[in-house]
């Protein structure tokens, strides 16, 4: 997929190699030189991205090593580079500044990027050999600061949010009490698997305090989205941190809220998730455990790579943190961290947060007669399941003419709330909605084992750092009983249940205490 609009990301590096020129016999001179080709990027722009490459746009200097410069008159044809199995033309002008390259993406995640290119110099430069081929490993990173998030302003606006109910003081108070650092936002493309095992451009973000101080990371993993303006990315370019004072529009909330949580001294990595940012093209592999376990992991990374490329360090201290599907994200992070630990980081706490952990015991509560406020959250997995297994057949769960409606998922500029207001949401909802031969016989059917599969809630059998569960008593989407029975199948974890609101209602007060707990230990 070529993203359309230019993305304007800054970056530089050089290719430089030296070649050598024999004696000419012919003419008799000895033009013997060291001559060094030198591609400086001091304006580079990313002008695309595809699935496994990225065209970068820079100017050419060519310098001859000594006291002579080569004029760009001498200049014959072309530069030509080639990575791996791509072979790439180069505009013949030195003085164009669109000479472009395309440099195909190796296959470890992260923004740092080695490649292995021939830089062929032909006939181009008179008096020189007519070909010489060098090969050099080229690195770049793939990041772009879009803004500067300052304390002052974060300390203002949350002081005014918790101004409008008391269940908002706590944070107002935490924030009062230790945004101490302004932070530099970055927007960060990185490499992660999909569920086919295929890998893809991803991207996320990440915020950095100002400080030399050695820093530890803060992981956040957002809750349900449908809508790519929703991806932290997306919300990081476009709003600022007033827009967090718009409590209605909650993942702008959630999202800023914890950006600005760098400003505590934290680096703070966001990923977008596939399926919205740089990947918005593909679907979204929602509760699917495999992407899960790796998605956020690859950006946390990305993150300390780009905190050392900018001369900071980190401590190798990790929190995990996520709430609603976020909380379901973090706990596939642990697993997939247990799998393939991050060299340098250690998980101190995590915090899986208003999480639903064992996704078939959430169809096991689905009784023909029950109402169910938000059949979005079964019918998301419904539909994502449909691309990912070749056993899951959407109208074998979903009456007509509902079953007709799941692409919605893929539209990307409906919220999820706009896409649940598109079934019954009132009473019997679930007759009306769901085929009565899957609510009468769950288990005899594929989408219940394939939920089965993707539980996380049994991979984890101890833990050796803090894990807590919070969630509300009341929560009206995901029940507190996954928080309970999840704390108690893993050895070293435990519930926190103290909030007694609904799903939504319950973010803000929960994430503040997370936040505290997380703050003793940092």
Not at 15 to 36: F, M, P, R, S, V
Not at 92 to 114: R, W, Y
Request: hydrophobic share 35%; glycine share 6%; charged share 25%.
């Amino acid at each position: 997929m070529l993203i359309k609009k230019t993305i304007l990301i800054f970056i530089s590096f050089a290719i430089i190699y030296a070649c050598n020129k024999e004696e000419d016999d012919n003419n008799g001179t000895n033009n013997k030189e060291d001559l060094k080709v030198t591609l400086v990027h001091p304006k580079s722009k990313i002008l695309s991205v595809d699935k496994d490459s990225i065209i970068i746009a820079f100017s050419r200097s060519i310098k001859l090593k000594g006291d002579k410069d080569i004029k760009n008159e001498n200049i014959k044809d072309f530069v030509e580079v080639k990575g791996g199995d791509k072979k790439i033309t180069l505009n013949s002008s030195i003085n164009d500044a669109n000479d472009t390259i395309k440099l195909v993406f190796n296959k470890e995640p992260g923004i740092k990027k080695k490649y292995t290119v021939d830089v062929i110099l032909g006939k181009r430069i008179e008096g020189f050999d007519d070909e010489k081929v060098e090969k050099f490993e080229l690195e770049t990173s793939f990041y772009k600061k879009i803004k500067t998030i300052k304390s002052s302003t974060v300390k203002s606006k949350v002081a005014t949010i918790s101004a409008l109910s008391s269940k908002y003081k706590k944070i107002g108070d935490l924030f009062n009490n230790n945004s101490n650092y302004d932070a530099d936002v970055y927007l960060v493309y990185y490499e992660t698997p999909n569920y086919d095992d295929n890998n893809i451009l991803a991207s996320g973000v990440v915020a950095i305090p100002k400080t030399d101080k050695k820093l530890p990371i803060l992981s956040y993993q957002h809750g349900t989205i449908s809508k790519n303006d929703y991806a932290p990315s997306e919300m990081s370019k476009t709003y600022d941190v007033e827009t967090f004072l718009d409590v209605s529009k909650g993942k702008v909330v959630s999202q800023l809220l914890l950006e600005s949580l760098s400003t505590f001294g934290f680096v703070v990595s966001m990923a977008d998730y596939i399926g919205f940012g740089a990947s918005k093209d593909k679907t979204h592999p929602y509760v699917v455990k495999k992407t899960s376990k790796t998605t956020s992991l690859n950006l946390i990374k990305a993150a300390k790579e780009l905190v050392e490329d900018i001369n900071k360090q980190v401590d190798g201290k990790l929190f995990l943190t996520g709430y609603s599907q976020g909380g379901y994200v973090t706990l596939a992070t642990q697993i997939g961290f247990k799998e393939k630990p991050i060299d340098g980081l250690t998980i101190t706490a995590s915090a899986p947060t208003a999480g639903v952990y064992s996704l078939s015991g959430i169809i096991d509560s689905f009784n023909a007669g029950d109402t169910y406020a938000a059949p979005v959250f079964f019918l998301y997995p419904l539909y994502v399941y449909n691309k990912v297994y070749n056993d899951v057949v959407i109208n074998k769960y979903v009456k007509a003419p509902y079953d007709t409606k799941l692409n919605l998922f893929d539209d990307k500029t409906k919220s999820v709330w706009d896409i649940n207001a598109e079934f019954p949401t009132g009473s019997d909802n679930i007759s009306k909605l769901i085929q009565a031969d899957f609510l009468n016989d769950k288990k005899s059917f594929p989408m219940y084992n394939r939920l089965k599969g993707n539980n996380v809630d049994e991979d984890l059998k101890s833990v050796s750092y803090k894990c807590r569960f919070y969630h509300s008593h009341n929560d009206d989407v995901a029940s507190v009983i996954q928080a309970k029975e999840t704390a108690n199948k893993i050895n070293g974890a435990d519930a926190t249940l103290s909030y007694s609101g609904g799903h939504s209602d319950a973010f803000i007060p929960l994430t503040s205490s997370v936040i505290t707990w997380f703050l003793t230990l940092k």
